[in-house]
C-alpha cells in the first residue's frame, strides 16, 4: 500500500504561484509513474502533469509553460509548481500514483485546494 498527502495548496492572486507537494509513504518502492490531478466544482477530474520513474513529464495544454512537475525519489515526494496563475485553475488538486508504467492510477490522495482568485 502507498499512502499520499497533499500540502501547499492555498488562497492566491491571478498572476501568482504555488508550490503544490505531495509526500508519498508505505510501499514507495513499488511506486512507477505519479501525477496531479484537479477537480473543479461541476466539472470532470482531469490530468494537469505526469512523471515517470525515468522523469519523462506530460502537461496538459491548459498548463503548459506554467506549471511544473518534478519528484525528489530520495524524499519521496513529487512537487507541481505552479506560475502564473489563472482563476480557471481554481480547483481541488490530488496526487495520484500507480505500480504499472501504463494504465490507471492505484493510490490518491485527499486533495488540495487550490483558489485563484482577487
Known amino acids: 500500500q502507498v499512502q499520499l498527502v497533499e500540502s501547499g495548496g492555498g488562497l492566491v492572486q491571478p498572476g501568482g504561484s504555488l508550490r503544490l507537494s505531495c509526500a508519498a509513504s508505505?510501499?514507495?518502492?513499488?511506486?512507477?509513474?505519479m501525477a496531479w490531478y484537479r477537480q473543479a466544482p461541476g466539472k470532470q477530474r482531469e490530468l494537469v502533469a505526469a512523471?515517470?520513474?525515468?522523469?519523462?513529464?506530460y502537461y496538459a495544454d491548459s498548463v503548459k509553460g506554467r506549471f511544473t512537475i518534478s519528484r525528489d525519489n530520495a524524499e519521496n515526494t513529487m512537487y507541481l509548481q505552479m506560475n502564473g496563475l489563472k482563476p480557471e485553475d481554481t480547483a481541488v488538486y490530488y496526487c495520484?500514483?500507480?505500480?504499472?508504467?501504463?494504465?490507471?492510477?492505484?493510490?490518491w490522495g485527499r486533495g488540495t485546494q487550490v483558489t485563484v482568485s482577487s
Open positions: 508505505g510501499s514507495i518502492f513499488s511506486i512507477n509513474a
Open positions: 495520484a500514483a500507480r505500480t504499472k508504467a501504463f494504465g490507471s492510477y492505484d493510490y
Open positions: 512523471i515517470s520513474s525515468g522523469g519523462s513529464t
